[in-house]
């Protein structure tokens, strides 16, 4: 175990490298980098819907005010007509541009080492505190709603095999494939219009993760709060994340059951009961379970985007949103790499729970 758990750590370095590599080449050759959107903004061509100024780059727009009237456009940057060629080597020198690319992804990943992930180009804040300051909005949307769908999706999986082809089970299957065909991001503009206020009923809260007044409340009164304000966009998230589990879960206890074992175990005597949950649950959700991590990690980082945009929820998915918008590269690579490593170390767990959920799998006669 030990081994294998050693030789999976050692390949997450080079898959991440490699992830990592591929990604900084393919943006470095993407049109509309951070010099070219501090250029639109000063001349007046940024439409941006996310456009803003701040920190930094405001004081650069001021410090350059009087080179603005110089020159003619140094050739290099669309819409760069009428800025000091100096100026521009200025910007570019401040994002770090004017060393070749290769030499930029080496010192981005020896800063990576000292876990220095940088400061935003233009929200004037670590990396590190922007992630941490937006991470438990993203971990509640994703955990809850995992849980969820795990709690509900499983027993409904395993009754739905066990009454194979009755009416429950394709009842239950048509308003399945129906909720699964709503998304998530139509169901959460109902979930508004019905309950927070607008046509019909005022009892849910519309944005914020928590109410203004979060911190004046008792512990008691935080929980509650703070489960309020998740009702909804948990709700819209879940309404579409039955499917895939509940008939995963019904086609491995359909296949387990007509297994020989089984019917060796219901030719001794056991009860259905002790058969269904004694022996073939254990072989069952071994892929189930497994698949956990990997249904966290789709709905925390790429599921939620939507849902935080609609219900005004500042995470993780509308952060790196506006980081791709805007080429705050800091941002992007840093929460790329976050989620790179959380998403491979969430496999390895993944793959640890077969152990745990069947004692017979070895991994030390593996050699992964």
Partial sequence: MVAYITRRLLLIIPTLLGIMVVNFFIVQFAPGGPVEQIIAQ?????VSATARISGSSAEISGASSINLEV?????????????????????????????????????????????????????DETVVNLLIEKMPVSISLGLW???????????????????????FDIWSSSLIIIGNAIPSFLFAVLLIVIFCGGSYLDWFPLRGLVSENFNQMSLIGKILDYFWHMVLPVSALVIGGFASLTFLTKNSFLDQIHQQYVLTAKAKGLSEKKVLYGHVFR??????????????????????????????????????????IRRDYPVMFGSLFFFTFLGLMLKLIGDLTYMIIDPRIDFEARNV
């Fill in 283 to 324: 072989n069952a959700m071994l892929i189930v379970i497994a698949g956990f991590p990997g249904a966290f990690v789709s709905i925390l980082f790429t599921g939620s985007l939507l849902i935080e945009i609609i219900f005004s929820l500042d995470g993780l998915g509308l952060l790196g949103f506006e980081a791709v």
């Fill in 145 to 167: 709603t995992t849980l969820i769908v795990y709690l509900i999706s499983i027993p409904l999986g395993i009754r739905k095999a066990v009454k194979d082809g009755s009416r």
């Fill in 71 to 123: 020159s003619n456009s140094t050739g290099k940057y669309r819409g760069a007509q009428g800025l000091d060629p100096e100026f521009i080597k200025q910007l570019e020198r401040q994002f770090g541009f004017d060393k070749p690319f290769h030499e930029r992804f080496i010192k981005m990943m020896k800063d990576y080492l000292s876990l220095d992930f940088g400061t935003s180009y233009f929200r």
């Fill in 42 to 46: 000063l001349t007046g061509s940024d």
